[in-house]
């Protein structure tokens, strides 16, 4: 029987990293994520699983994705100074295909920057902070609730896919407190890696089926084969013949893009005749749906579009927008428009990139973003 109770952000990920089987969370401590580890240090051993004091975020990581190579779910959670730390092991465990978890929870920037206030400032990092191409899922909740639900959702899909998953959270999810509504734990449909290898005689870890996906047993566990972050085969061993390079860039990234309609996640609301559309994630998504329905009270269409997952970026669902509308508002806590940039690249012309812009460590508030749609509607600047 599902339960309703009050839950902070950072509570709600913890409560649904150990639901989904997560085992083993590496960390150090850093605000505004800190309450994270802080409960699973306390629950994990209950659950048959270990929280792991690190001695810094480097460290964090690559226990985290040692405890995966043995077979455990394992995640870590972060804030921006300690994500930069994580970058080269990131984009190792990308090449690698070991899956991960890491929640970050954003706060102003850059370096030290202000630990306790709110940005979005780490969505062009989260996917390009590694040197090279690599694949990695980003998921942006909005809600208490959707935290909790898309921290399993970024397990099963990290295990479905053998690939890092990033929740992109910020301060204000973190730390606000919301009653939200949890499902019986058996609700949950939980994905685990593949396990049906071949006979050891058989088995080369990198050759794939027509998934695209590796099956990579857990380390210690009978099976004997080799990983590295170097360009590899099908036998996991360094290879940097031209051919075995293309194959082994274009296997990784490829195999996010072959499965993207499972991946992709958005939330539309579409009115009739809209010449305007606001597209906003995250907490900045909260205040511009208020916005948007405050506008079509006031007679002014407007559609609505909220990318959930950031990383891949959906590409489709903000064409699909921009033959529809004229103009397209996206408000965010950053300064150079990072998710602006993406759509206007995007939807190469089809529509105006209208940036919104806040970096003042505070949140939207409905009435800026609601300003600014009565503005694009009078065609003023």
């Known amino acids: 029987m599902s339960k309703k109770v009050l839950m902070q952000g950072n509570q709600a990920v913890a409560e649904a990293a150990l639901v989904a089987g997560m085992k083993v969370c590496a960390g150090y401590p850093i605000t505004p994520s800190t309450e994270v580890v802080e409960l699973l240090s306390r629950k994990l051993p209950a659950h048959g699983g270990r929280f792991i004091q690190m001695e810094d975020e480097i460290a964090s990581i690559g226990t985290i994705i040692g405890a995966s190579a043995a077979g455990k779910k394992a995640m870590t959670a972060t804030s921006g100074p300690g994500f930069s730390l994580m970058q080269e092991l990131l984009g190792y465990a990308a090449m690698v295909e070991i899956p991960i978890v890491i929640y970050n929870a954003q706060r102003v920037g850059p370096s030290t920057g202000g630990a306790t206030k709110p940005q979005q400032g780490d969505i062009m990092q989260t996917k390009w902070g590694s040197h090279g191409e690599s694949p990695r899922i980003a998921l942006c909740p909005s809600s208490v609730e959707e935290a909790y639900n898309l921290t399993i959702t970024a397990f099963n899909l990290s295990e479905k896919y053998m690939v890092p998953v990033v929740i992109l959270a910020d301060e204000i999810l973190a730390h606000i407190r919301e009653s939200i509504t949890i499902p019986e734990p058996d609700s949950f449909e939980i994905i685990n890696r593949r396990t049906d290898a071949p006979p050891q005689e058989e088995y080369l870890p990198y050759k794939v089926d027509n998934t695209g996906i590796p099956i990579l047993p857990p380390l210690g566990g009978g099976y004997r084969y080799n990983i590295s972050g170097m360009i590899h085969g099908d036998r996991g061993f360094p290879d940097l013949a031209p051919e ?120 939207f508030y409905v009435e800026e973003i609601y300003n600014q749609i009565i503005k694009i509607d009078r065609g003023e600047k």
């Open 244 to 363: 075995t390079i293309d194959y082994c860039i274009k296997r990784i990234n490829n195999k996010l893009k072959k499965y993207y309609d499972d991946i992709v996640m958005v939330e539309k609301m579409e009115e009739e005749g809209s010449k305007i559309a606001v597209l906003a994630y995250g907490s900045t998504a909260r205040p511009a749906k208020g916005a948007v329905r405050m506008a079509i009270e006031n007679g002014i269409k407007v559609d609505f579009i909220r990318p959930i997952t950031i990383w891949p970026f959906p590409e489709r669902e903000v064409r699909e927008i921009a033959r529809r509308v004229d103009k397209i508002l996206v408000p965010e806590m950053n300064f150079e428009g990072q998710v602006a940039g993406l759509v206007r690249q995007t939807i190469e012309g089809e529509a105006e990139v209208v940036q919104l812009n806040k970096i003042s460590g505070l949140p």
